[in-house]
Each structure stands twice: as structure tokens, then as C-alpha cells.
């Protein structure tokens, strides 16, 4: 291997491998809602305690997304947080690791089942309030908190079950947008590379993760794209999903995966948006900068935030006042940046 | 740098350096029709020999396409193959170096230019019928002609000019599909985290690349699908690009690019088919696979060719007919493959 763990680095992890090296029973767990950073990187040091000899379970706030369940080798392994047995199991547990946050909020009800154990933290988040106290692991200049635990079991010096490889793939590849956000690094790209030569098929990964769409998925776009509108001298452009067919394709949440990228993407625009009726929560705006708007601060405007370059929020109000005024504040934010402010 | 040539390839990229180290005068040319590996691999291997002392120009069979001009950092790099001066040039050039193709029909005009230099080729396809004779460095395991490239100035020890780095960089993202092809290997991912940790940014490549869409092209998409059509139960689905909108909306080739893949990301595809009527030339038939089934041996019997998992046919008679027979010879393959054959 001619990867080499970043001398930065080395301390924190040492303080994790001593924290949780030797243990009969770890518990880990990730945030609310998780996604293949949060899964892939629970899968990933699991695999690795078991290949140790450390009985290694994942007990999560929400279950993990039918997309990532292919990541999982055996049900066993992962146990309901609702469940008498998760209470059990958390007694009995010598520590809880909590992967891709450092933050209390964040993984709700999992916090009354670990508070009494040891705790050790994994994440590339930047620090935020409320943090979990404990040994930790933070670097924010990570993609990906899977890039972390590779750091870990790499500096353990293994062994490397297959599919912990392919799970921490999964994390970084899914994190980065298929290594095209600006989270991608040198570092993030020698770990993926390690990771294949050790056997991950980037495209059978990519396959499974991004090329089996449900074919609703298609004809709610076809109808979302007719309602695709551009203001080429504003550098702004907004796509509206038309609730009717939403409702009529059967459609979920996870089928919006990505559609804002169709009006961040057209030629000349600066800022993209997608619009979207929640019945009885409102409009459901996502904000995504291709790099001169702070989407954050625009977000903010409206009750709601995220990152510089991708945002949301959830705004009440009809369609159409909604749009405008959206609309209208990412018209002056563009022209605020323009003039070099 | 961490990066390591392969013991492999050593001896072939000596003689390359050997061939092309201290000219006064060298021209590059690529296959008719060049793409980001073409393009890239001659801007980053100017760049460098212009570097280290050599007028490096580049003298393709057909014009560098426009969304690669971002490549060239002058244009007194690029010259007119028709023009009186490309005659005047390689007639008092010292070498030629031909990229990204290995064979004599594949660079068209260009080889009564270089007929009587010593010609030098650098190419990661199979070898083919009529190779162009010289010294060559052929590598098929190369996901990109920009790897081998990558490893020729790798060996020579730099000097790393940053529109190399930048074009080396796009000649890999575009060969690879950014990242997940099945050419994705180890090696050019360790390379471009090279290329990433000298500075190029793979956000801002990947926007200039894959993120500045025509507005025109948005309407195509929708349009096309409309009449997208999946067999579920035959593992097929196939997208039509209506003619009558491709006219309206004044289209162009480019615009087309990448629209296979929406057939061929259904949920249970294993092939994916684009149909496209071209007046007075017959239906251009797109194949992808998602690895069961040789779509080259498909596109064969029907006149065309290609790769195993990406082909193409141009196809005589009307629409309808065409894709009746198409469609029934893609549903008998995937049988077949189920079948075990």
C-alpha cells in the first residue's frame, strides 16, 4: 500500500484504537436520517471490530434507507433502537461509537440508550453545538467520514473485510457526489484507490447506487422539466415538481435525489433551485450555489440553511408567493455578487 | 509524490522519451473527431515539451470541438490540418507523436502531413488492423490515453506546466465516465489525486465539463422522455429522440451525449437503447449494457460495433421498423445471457 495516513492526523486516531481495541461489545450508531456516509462508515469499522474479535452491532435513530441496505451482510447485525433488545443490548455494551456526527441533537433517541457509556466520536462535520463528549475523531477536512475509519483500521494495520472496502467506497463516492463536489481531495482519491486495488468495482458500485432509478422516477422529471424556467440575464434557473404528479406517480422523497442538479446545471446560472409542495408543511425549497452565492445566508432568509453551496428550506405559503419571493431574493443575491460583494 | 509508475511500462516510455527528448520541432495529432482524452493528452504532453525547450504543435484531422477549447492556452498551439502552413510546418518538423489512436485510418488527413517523420504513438485502445509503425508506449489497460501521458512525465521527472496537470486531469474524468466506468482502475485514480494535489479542482472541472447544460438540451431530454419505453420483464427499455423537436429546438450531436444512460439506469435494465432518426442517413441506434450482454456482438448485426458494454449501428428503413427489430434482437440477447449462454 503507498497510501500514507496524514501526520495530523495520527494522534486522535491512536486515542480511538485505544478506546475501543480489545472491547467484548461496541454499539455504533449515526445520525437521524442516515445516508451511504453514515451507513457505509458503521459497516465499514463493524466489519473490522468482528474481524478482531469484537461483537460489533449498529443501532441507529432511523432505519437505514433502502438504498444502503445492500451494504448490510446480515440483519443481525443491525438492531431496531425502539426494541427492548437495543436497550439490552446497550447495557451490556463496554462503548458506543458515534460516526458522521459529533453532536447531541443528532442522533436522537439513541441518546438515552448510550448515556451511559464510554463514547467515542468519528466525523468530518465541523464542530457544532452541543457536541458528544468523549474520545474523538473530528477532522472536517475529511469528504467523508468513511475516509476516517479508513485512517482508523489503516493505521490498525487491518485486516480489511471485503465489505467494509466497499462500504467506506460507498461513503466516499456518495459524499463527494461521485467525486465531483469540492470536498474532493488528494487524500479522498488515494483512499479510493487503495480501496480498489484491494478490489471495489467502481462501476458496479456506481450501478448499484446510482444506476437502478424506479421508472417513476423518470416520468416525475419528464413533467418536472416542463416546468424547468431560466432567467439567463439573472444566472438564476428553478424547476417546480408538480404535486399531482408526485402524488399520482406514487412517488417519495428519495426520487428528488439529485433533481435540483438539473437547473444548477443549465448553461450561465449561478444558483438553482427546486420547488416542492409538502401537504401540510408548506414548500419545500433546495438552494444549490455553483460557487459565487453563499446559498447558507439565502437559506437563512427564509428559516432554514445548510451548507455555502447547497441549502434548503421549508417555507408556508402558496406556490406561487412562495416562488416569487424566493426567486426574487436569489435574483439579489446573484447581483450582490456580481458587484463584488 | 507517492505515485509509482508501473514496472511495465517503463521500457516502452523510456524509448518514447528517448524518440521525442531534445527537438527542435515535434507535432501532435489524435483520431478524426477527437474527445477529452485526445484533446487532453496532446495539450499536456505540448505543454510539457514546450517546457523543456521543444515547439510543440498540434495538427488534428478534424477541428478541436468546442467544449475542449478551454484546454488550449493559445491558439498558435493549434494548427489548421488544411492549411498550406500545417504542410510547412511538418515538413520541417524533427518527430510526431500521434495520441489516443494507434492506427493509420483513425487520423485521416494528418498522415500524408507526417508521412516521412518518425512517429512516435501513445495509446491505451487494442491494437488494431494498420498500426502505425515507430516507437510506441500501447498500453490497453490505461483507463485514458492521459494516464500514459501522466507516466511519460512522470518518468522524465516533470516539469508540470498546470494546463498539463488540468488537461491530463479532464482527459481521465471523460474517459472514465468521471469515475465509474469499468476502465476505472487503482492507477489513474492514484493519478489523479496527483494531479489533485498539484492544484486542478474537481468541482471546477467537473461544472466545465458537465455543468454548463444548453437550456435547448433540458427540452430534448423531456421530450425524449415522453417516449421512453421499458420491458420490464425483458430487461430492456429504450428512449426515442423525436426529430420534429430535435429540429425546433436546433440540437446539435452534442446534445446528445449521455441521453443512453437513461435507459439504461432503469431499475432492472440490463440493456439500454437511444434511437435517433438522421435525415438521409437512416435511425443511429445507441447500445449500453449493464455487463451481461456484448452489445458489440449486437450493434454487429446490424451493421455497426463497438465495445462490449458501449455500441453503436446506423440502421437503414423507418423508424418504426427499426426499433421493432432492434428491440427484438436486445429482448433474444438478454435471454440468451439469463440463460447462461
Known amino acids: 500500500m503507498t497510501y500514507q495516513t496524514g501526520e495530523g492526523r495520527i494522534k486522535a486516531i491512536d486515542s480511538v484504537l485505544t478506546a475501543i481495541r480489545g472491547k467484548e461489545t461496541a454499539v455504533l450508531t449515526t445520525h437521524t436520517n442516515s445516508d451511504g456516509d453514515g451507513v457505509g462508515s458503521e459497516i465499514a469499522l463493524a466489519a473490522w471490530l468482528r474481524a478482531v474479535g469484537t461483537e460489533a452491532f449498529i443501532v441507529n435513530p432511523t432505519p437505514v434507507p433502502q438504498s444502503f441496505q445492500f451494504l448490510i451482510p446480515d440483519e443481525s447485525w443491525v438492531v431496531d433502537s425502539t426494541s427492548a433488545e437495543a436497550q439490552e443490548l446497550c447495557d451490556g455494551a463496554d462503548v458506543a461509537v458515534v460516526l458522521d456526527t459529533g453532536v447531541i441533537p443528532r442522533i436522537g433517541r439513541v441518546r438515552r440508550l448510550i448515556d451511559g457509556l464510554p463514547t467515542v466520536v468519528i466525523d468530518h462535520h465541523p464542530p457544532g453545538d452541543r457536541p458528544i463528549e468523549g474520545v474523538s475523531f473530528r477532522d472536517a477536512s475529511a ?40 470536498n474532493t481531495t488528494a487524500t479522498s482519491l488515494r483512499i479510493v484507490a487503495e480501496l480498489v486495488s484491494r478490489g471495489v468495482s467502481p462501476d458496479e458500485v456506481y450501478r448499484r447506487i446510482y444506476g437502478t432509478v424506479p421508472r417513476r422516477r423518470f416520468h416525475l422529471l419528464e413533467s418536472s422539466l416542463a416546468l424547468l424556467e431560466v432567467d439567463e440575464e439573472a444566472g438564476i434557473a428553478w424547476m417546480t415538481v408538480p404535486a399531482d404528479q408526485y402524488d399520482a406517480l406514487g412517488a417519495i422523497p428519495d426520487d428528488l435525489e439529485g433533481m435540483v442538479d438539473y437547473p444548477r446545471s443549465v448553461e450561465g ?8 409542495q409538502i401537504p401540510r408543511k408548506g414548500i419545500k425549497v433546495s438552494f444549490r450555489s455553483n460557487g459565487a452565492v453563499n446559498v447558507n445566508a439565502l437559506a437563512r ?15 408556508e405559503g402558496p406556490m406561487d408567493q412562495v416562488r416569487h419571493d424566493v426567486t426574487h431574493a436569489t435574483r439579489e443575491a446573484v447581483e450582490l455578487s456580481r458587484s463584488g460583494h
Open 301 to 315: 432568509r427564509f428559516g432554514g440553511g445548510g451548507h455555502v453551496r447547497a441549502a434548503g428550506a421549508l417555507i
Open 269 to 276: 446560472v449561478e444558483v438553482g433551485l427546486l420547488f416542492r
Open 143 to 182: 469528504s467523508a467520514t468513511g475516509e476516517l475509519v479508513f485512517d482508523v483500521i489503516h493505521r490498525a494495520g487491518g485486516p480489511w473485510p471485503e465489505i467494509g472496502d466497499l462500504a467506506m467506497y460507498v461513503a466516499i463516492l456518495t459524499d463527494t457526489g461521485s467525486f465531483r463536489f469540492s
